[in-house]
Nanobody
Framework: QVHLVESGGGLVQAGGSLRLSCAAS????????MGWYRQAPGKERELVAT???????TYVDSVKGRFTISGDNAKNTVYLQMNSLKPEDTAAYYC??????????????????WGQGTQVTVSS
């Protein structure tokens, strides 16, 4: 199994910055990529950014140029640096890990894991 623990959320004024962290433990060798999702009250969960084990990244259009996803393989940790925050960025942010189904051991870990979430609130 893989265990994900997020941290770094909080309350910030519009225009401010926060850095979220997601520490992975367990069968981390099986992780093919990780991502950050967010869910605002009354809205569906949306993908914010992803990073593969090789370092390739993707972003939803609304955060391009403001958010940066990065990873530290030695620490099994993924970060989301959020700058120029806007009130519409307010949401619970969740870390996600995809499991590569490459061998028997990894297939036994399942396919996908979620963290417990961390709240980000941006005041206007």
């Amino acid at each position: 199994q893989v265990h994900l623990v997020e941290s770094g959320g909080g309350l910030v004024q519009a225009g401010g910055s926060l850095r979220l962290s997601c520490a992975a433990s367990g069968a981390t060798i099986c992780i093919s990529g990780m991502g950050w999702y967010r869910q605002a009250p009354g809205k569906e969960r949306e993908l914010v950014a992803t990073i593969t084990s090789g370092g390739s990244t993707t972003y939803v259009d609304s955060v391009k140029g403001r958010f940066t996803i990065s990873g530290d393989n030695a620490k099994n940790t993924v970060y989301l640096q959020m700058n120029s925050l806007k009130p519409e960025d307010t949401a619970a942010y969740y870390c996600n890990a995809d499991i590569r189904q490459v061998n028997y051991y990894c297939r036994a870990q399942g396919s996908n894991y979620w963290g417990q979430g961390t709240q980000v609130t941006v005041s206007s």
